[in-house]
């Protein structure tokens, strides 16, 4: 997650009680990403610029940040 590149966790390679915690856990650090990337346009300046994803609750309150923002400007 820390590194440029994401690569999603393997979770076929993980015992089958902890499958679904792996997937939690690659659904949290795309989110994480996601809302990163979102940040880093919003802060570039670019006050028009999209979530890349509709699914992310993360996102909410970002957008909801960013829709003040414009507001004010």
């Known amino acids: 997650m820390y590194s440029r590149r994401y690569q999603s966790l393997n979770v076929t390679i993980l015992e089958p009680q902890s499958q679904?915690?792996?997937e939690g856990l690659n659904n949290l650090s795309k989110y994480i990403n996601d809302c990163k990337k979102y940040i880093d346009e919003v802060t570039a300046g670019n006050?028009?610029?999209?979530?890349?994803?509709?699914?992310?609750p993360l996102l909410k309150s970002i957008e909801k940040l960013v829709m003040t923002l414009k507001e004010t400007k």
């Open 20 to 22: 679904d915690l792996g």
């Open 47 to 56: 006050l028009d610029a999209k979530p890349l994803s509709d699914d992310n």
